[in-house]
């Protein structure tokens, strides 16, 4: 495993769309085991999503607290309800806003044993799922900012 270095915001590479993975394979499994400890190391993120670390495919990692999820290929099927929290990102450091984002998310996705499963997000971990999926799609989260706020040191 090893730490990669974190894409920040001016980078190209986060407004492009990622492919899809097509094959997991050991390249993918290390990406997977690189991304972990890479967003552990950061001391205070809770998901990270591959082109932050410069790879356009389709996986995120997640951890809100209760245990790691590793999203490869990842969609939301299902969404419901509205909330509004602020949200940071390792890639946008000292920028923090409120976002509006839904309440509960399912999202199907493969594990890294290549089997399709499904999770349900609620609270944090639906606006985690919907922050790391939009990474995928180009999106940075400040782009949907309803209002900047300050926050004390990250």
């Known amino acids: 495993m090893a730490i990669r270095n974190i894409v920040k915001k001016g980078d190209e ?3 492009k769309r990622c492919k899809e993975v097509k094959e997991i394979n050991s390249r993918v499994l290390e990406l997977l085991d690189d991304m972990k400890e890479t967003m552990y190391e950061s001391g205070n993120g809770v998901g990270l999503a591959a082109p932050q670390v410069g790879i356009l495919k389709r996986i995120v990692i997640i951890d809100v607290g209760d245990g790691l999820m590793e999203l490869i290929n990842p ?3 299902e969404s419901e309800g509205e909330q509004i929290e602020v949200e940071g990102c390792l890639s946008v450091p000292g920028v923090y806003g409120k976002v509006k984002r ?3 998310v399912v999202v199907e996705y493969l594990n890294r044993d290549g ?3 499904q999770a349900e997000g ?3 971990k639906a606006i985690c799922i919907c922050h790391e999926l939009d990474h995928l799609d180009g999106v940075l989260f400040d782009e949907k900012v309803i209002e900047f706020v ?3 040191s990250e």
């Open 13 to 15: 590479i986060l407004n």
């Open 75 to 77: 969609v939301i099927i």
């Open 122 to 124: 609620t609270e944090l």
């Open 150 to 152: 300050e926050c004390e």
């Open 102 to 104: 839904p309440q509960r």
């Open 115 to 117: 089997e399709k499963v």
